[in-house]
């Protein structure tokens, strides 16, 4: 199905030839996804070098990392723009318009960029956008960015397990490792660790459905102080290993960690 069809059904005003699309991709110095997931996409997105929304319909596409797939992230009404002399851009009025909002940041769309063009006429290149899935849910996380850059809320790692994002998915089941659960009302941490089939991913789904992943000492906070207090998790990787690592060697890097962290001491870890 084409994406077009489907915003013409929910928003018939919204036609190819009074459409521009924007392909919204890094610039050199910000990431549009991720832009997008703190809530300023449309703003920024509004500032503009040219006059590159001379249309009155904007429909918007975020570049994801799987290839050839955008998010969409809404159709906007042009009103025009005003030049900002002293910084030399144009600041367009854009205003997101209702009938497709409930596909904002749901929405996948499979389409391959013509070379480096950002902003296309919409009715060259509208038999080429096609529907490739629909989330649930808006999406609220970015792509996995590799294990370095994992650094987790509770509620983003509910946002994975309940959309089950594919490359986490992948990239946390095909490791085993030690990670970290840090309390960021306290400070206190928790070092634990992962081994065998399914490895990081399927240990910490366990933690998105009950909040305590069955530790003992984040079950006795957890009720003295309520489930909601798991929302106060934060989840981050020490180090992984193969999934073929045996237990005897996690367990063994596992209690390295918490010697370094005093986790047994002055966290929470029980042994």
């Known amino acids: 199905m084409r994406i077009f069809d489907l915003i013409s059904l929910l928003d018939p005003e919204v036609v190819p030839r009074k459409s521009k699309v924007h392909l919204a991709t890094w610039n050199g110095r910000d990431d549009p996804l991720q832009v997008y997931l703190r809530g300023e996409f449309n703003d920024w997105q509004c500032w503009q070098g040219r006059r590159n ?6 429909i918007s596409l975020i570049n994801l990392s799987a290839p050839h797939r955008w ?8 009103s025009g723009s005003s030049w900002q002399a002293e910084i030399k851009v144009h600041r367009y009025a854009l205003l997101e318009r209702p009938g497709c909002a409930e596909l904002n940041g749901r929405l996948i769309v499979r389409f391959e960029r013509p070379g480096r063009q950002a902003y296309l006429n919409s009715e060259n290149w509208s038999d080429q956008m096609e529907l490739d899935s629909i989330l649930q849910e808006r999406l609220k996380i970015a792509e996995f960015q590799g294990f370095k850059s994992v650094n987790l809320e509770k509620h983003q790692l509910d946002a994975i397990v309940r959309q089950g994002i594919d ?4 990239a946390l089941s095909s490791v085993a490792g030690v990670y970290l659960i840090s309390d960021t009302e306290t400070g206190k941490l928790y070092v634990g660790s992962a081994t065998g089939e399914g490895g990081i991913w399927q240990r910490w789904v366990q933690y998105s459905l009950s909040g305590h992943g069955g530790n003992q000492e984040l079950m006795s906070l957890l009720l003295e102080k309520g489930d909601e207090r798991a929302k106060k998790f934060r989840f981050s990787i020490l180090e992984i290993a193969d999934t073929h690592t045996s237990q005897m060697e996690i367990v063994r890097r596992e209690s390295h960690w918490k010697s370094v962290l005093l986790t047994r001491g002055h966290g929470l870890n029980a042994n």
């Not at 998010?71 to 042009?78: D, I, K, N, P, Y």
Request: positive net charge; aromatic residues 22%.
């Open 53 to 58: 929304f001379e249309r009155p319909y904007v």
């Open 167 to 170: 490359s986490w998915r992948a």
């Open 71 to 78: 998010l969409f992230a809404g159709v906007h009404a042009s």
